[in-house]
């Protein structure tokens, strides 16, 4: 059975960072793109950031470039987002997905966890 498990959530103020963690098991994801989206209250998921489990390819939403970064641990089988320099509009909760292709259209990830809260306060 397939499972993402994110943690690292939480309160933070403008300007303060976080580190999410999304734990994977059930699978081998060589073939995988990792990705991280989001959805605030209210409004539709969007699309963060993607990773490509072999190679590392990263991509970014443009809001994010510059102060988010994606990484994977291929040991660990876990897939991090560092978030630097938050902004009350990144206040939503963040989901890790596992997909085929490296696009940014959440119908294309098939394997999701079950999401982490980041509230970030101004």
């Known amino acids: 059975q397939v499972q993402l498990v994110e943690s690292g959530g939480g309160l933070v103020q403008t300007g303060g960072s976080l580190r999410l963690s999304c734990a994977l098991s059930?699978?081998?994801?060589?073939?995988?793109?990792m990705g991280w989206f989001r959805q605030a209250p209210g409004k539709e998921r969007e699309f963060v950031a993607a990773i490509k489990w072999t190679g590392g390819s990263t991509y970014y939403r443009n809001s994010v470039k510059g102060r988010f970064t994606i990484s994977r641990d291929i040991a660990k089988n876990a897939v991090y987002l560092q978030m630097n320099s938050l902004k009350p509009e990144d206040t939503a909760d963040y989901y890790c997905a596992a997909g085929i292709a490296a696009t940014y259209d959440s119908g294309d990830y098939y394997y999701w966890g079950q999401g982490t809260q980041v509230t970030v306060s101004s």
């Open positions: 059930g699978r081998t994801f060589s073939s995988y793109t």
